[in-house]
T-cell receptor
Framework: GAVVSQHPSWVICKSGTSVKIECRSLDFQATTMFWYRQFPKQSLMLMATSNEGSKATYEQGVEKDKFLINHASLTLSTLTVTSAHPEDSSFYIC?????????????FGEGSWLTVV | GDSVTQMEGPVTLSEEAFLTINCTYTATGYPSLFWYVQYPGEGLQLLLKATKADDKGSNKGFEATYRKETTSFHLEKGSVQVSDSAVYFCALNTNAGKSTFGDGTTLTVKP
């Protein structure tokens, strides 16, 4: 079964509204999760590192006030796209690592397709 | 910074043909290397991984060997099937947990 679960899988929202995407680690605690974005027919780009109990670390060029990340517990990180616009339509996917170190398995969520109309 | 360079696509093959998708990387330290597959409209699935030099990852007939001397992790399959049609991503991961992806290679297998 899924080790990292995202919800919702698909969401359509109106321009100007906000939408929240959840990323949950199942059966393990994740002090760090990662959020990626994928535009159609492009690769995945890291948006931010979500740190439990502290502020997220954003990659260069990612607006932290637009993409709010909250990692309130060891099993849940949320990404809120605020005042969404059509150009925010994309595939958003999270990941979490079981354990630490480069050799540990990284689990990706199923991803969330956001369409802003 | 870390980077992954993948063979440009798209790649079109006939069923039962041999597949190679090249992947080279640049990284500080000793990363783990991964191949992911993404089917249309779906998320990422881990295909295989290798965590140290000379390791070979394999799954579903796909193989890739971690070559430190050439900083490569080429994906191979001896006989592709139509069901292998998908986008393949090469990626690396460091101790920081962040994944760096290549641009992806679209594979189409025709019957």
């Amino acid at each position: 079964g899924a080790v990292v679960s995202q919800h919702p899988s698909w969401v359509i929202c109106k321009s100007g509204t906000s939408v929240k995407i959840e990323c949950r680690s199942l059966d393990f605690q994740a002090t760090t999760m990662f959020w990626y974005r994928q535009f159609p027919k492009q690769s995945l780009m890291l948006m931010a590192t979500s740190n439990e109990g502290s502020k997220a670390t954003y990659e260069q060029g990612v607006e932290k006030d637009k993409f709010l990340i909250n990692h309130a517990s060891l099993t849940l990180s949320t990404l809120t796209v605020t005042s969404a616009h059509p150009e925010d339509s994309s595939f958003y996917i999270c990941s979490a690592s079981l354990g630490t170190g480069a050799g540990n398995t990284i689990y990706f969520g199923e991803g969330s397709w956001l369409t802003v109309v | 910074g870390d980077s992954v360079t993948q063979m440009e696509g798209p790649v079109t093959l006939s069923e039962e043909a041999f597949l190679t998708i090249n992947c080279t990387y640049t990284a500080t330290g000793y990363p783990s290397l991964f191949w992911y597959v993404q089917y249309p409209g779906e998320g990422l699935q881990l295909l295989l991984k290798a965590t140290k030099a000379d390791d070979k990852g394999s799954n579903k007939g796909f193989e890739a060997t971690y070559r430190k001397e050439t900083t490569s992790f080429h994906l191979e399959k001896g006989s592709v099937q139509v069901s292998d049609s998908a986008v393949y991503f090469c990626a690396l991961n460091t101790n920081a947990g962040k994944s760096t992806f290549g641009d992806g290679t679209t594979l189409t297998v025709k019957p």
